[in-house]
């Protein structure tokens, strides 16, 4: 079966750290393109961070430059999403998403908390 995990959200402070897993499962993971997305509550979802197959190529979502990279172990069919500086409005649901011969597949989603 074709499945996306992702882990490694929670609660933390502004200004704090967290790193996101993705693992992957149940496909050819090193051939498919992975994206980060998150959504907010009364908000759409945005996409976060991208990263190609090999990871060459990445980008970001502007207001997350300089404070997240994206990466991958193709060894160990895992994506991860490191947060640093988190903000306040960096809270929301983030999803993993990979793209598996033009088709999207998604995982379950972890919660990203920023609070004092």
């Known amino acids: 079966q074709v499945q996306l995990v992702e882990s490694g959200g929670g609660l933390v402070q502004p200004g704090g750290s967290l790193r996101l897993s993705c693992a992957a499962s149940?496909?050819?993971?090193?051939?498919?393109?992975i994206r980060w997305y998150r959504q907010a509550p009364g908000k759409e979802r945005e996409l976060v961070a991208f990263?190609?197959?090999?990871?060459?190529?990445?980008s970001y979502l502007e207001s997350v430059e300089g404070r997240f990279t994206i990466s991958r172990d193709n060894s160990k069919n895992t994506g991860y999403l490191q947060m640093n500086s988190l903000k306040p409005e960096d809270t929301a649901v983030y999803f993993c998403?990979?793209?598996?011969?033009?088709?999207?597949?998604w995982g379950q989603g972890t919660q990203v908390t920023v609070s004092s």
């Open positions: 990263i190609s197959s090999t990871g060459d190529t990445r």
């Open positions: 998403n990979a793209d598996i011969q033009g088709t999207r597949v």
């Open positions: 149940g496909f050819t993971f090193r051939s498919s393109n």
